[in-house]
């Protein structure tokens, strides 16, 4: 079953505003990882937020987390059309679950679209 | 620093045929995992390897394979495949547990 579910399933914004894409999930993490994913080519990494805190920015990326409503957001700012693509959340299970070690859990993804 | 590297990029094969695949990590990086990726299940979880060890198995039947050798590269092998194995095949590669996963561009299969 999936660990992670985005919100919105996709969401479509013109050029120069901000999107922001949901991550949920249903158990204790270790850190949460947002990527992106470009017509099914490969993942690129966007952030990793660990679960002691609570925000980390990088470029026009904004990244939240709440371990108390197991939630996380990714605000991109000043959207491009080049922004246009699918975003996934990860999430790396807590230590307790050693078996797990290194394994991510995806969501199905948001797909932004980014029109000029 | 070179990204993660997969070979081949794209194949066809045909059902009951076997499929090798190749994935070269970032240099240093001893943690390999794999990734497959569809539009009906997402992003499933293959296997990981440290060290040459499998550390950890999703939950794919038996003709799912894999070994990491001792320069931290990793193949992954298919045997007797079904049309239901084309897919995306995604490595990645990472310092260690927990850690940021990098992933590489990709193995697009395609069973006819």
């Known amino acids: 079953s999936q660990q992670g579910e985005e919100d919105p399933q996709a969401l479509s914004i013109q050029e120069g505003e901000n999107a922001t894409m949901n991550c949920s999930y249903k158990?204790?993490?270790?850190?949460l990882q947002w990527y992106r994913q470009n017509s099914g080519r490969g993942l690129v990494h966007l952030i990793l937020?660990?679960?002691?805190?609570r925000e980390k920015h990088s470029g026009r990326l904004r990244v939240t987390l709440d371990t108390s409503k197991k939630s996380s957001s990714l605000l991109i700012t000043a959207s491009r059309a080049a922004d246009t693509a699918s975003y996934f959340c990860?999430?790396?299970?807590?230590?307790?679950?050693?078996?797990?070690?290194?394994?991510?859990?995806f969501g199905r993804g948001t797909q932004l679209t980014v029109w000029p | 620093k070179a990204g993660v590297t997969q070979t081949p990029r794209y194949l066809i094969k045909t059902r009951g045929q076997q499929v090798t695949l190749s994935c070269s990590p970032i240099?240093?990086?001893?943690?390999v995992s794999w990734y497959q990726q569809t539009p009906g299940q997402g992003l499933q979880f293959l296997f990981e390897?440290?060290?040459?060890?499998?550390?950890n198995k999703g939950n794919f039947p038996g003709r799912f394979s894999g070994r990491q050798f001792s320069n931290s590269r990793s193949e992954m092998n298919v045997s007797t495949l079904e049309l239901g194995d084309s897919a995306l095949y995604l490595c990645?590669?990472?310092?260690?547990?927990?850690?940021?996963?990098?992933f590489g561009p990709g193995t697009r299969l395609l069973v006819l």
């Open positions: 937020i660990r679960s002691n805190e």
């Open positions: 990645a590669s990472s310092p260690g547990a927990r850690e940021t996963q990098y």
């Open positions: 240099s240093g990086h001893r943690s």
């Open positions: 390897y440290f060290s040459e060890t499998q550390r």
């Open positions: 990860a999430t790396s299970l807590t230590a307790d679950r050693g078996s797990t070690l290194g394994r991510l859990y």
């Open positions: 158990t204790s993490i270790n850190n």
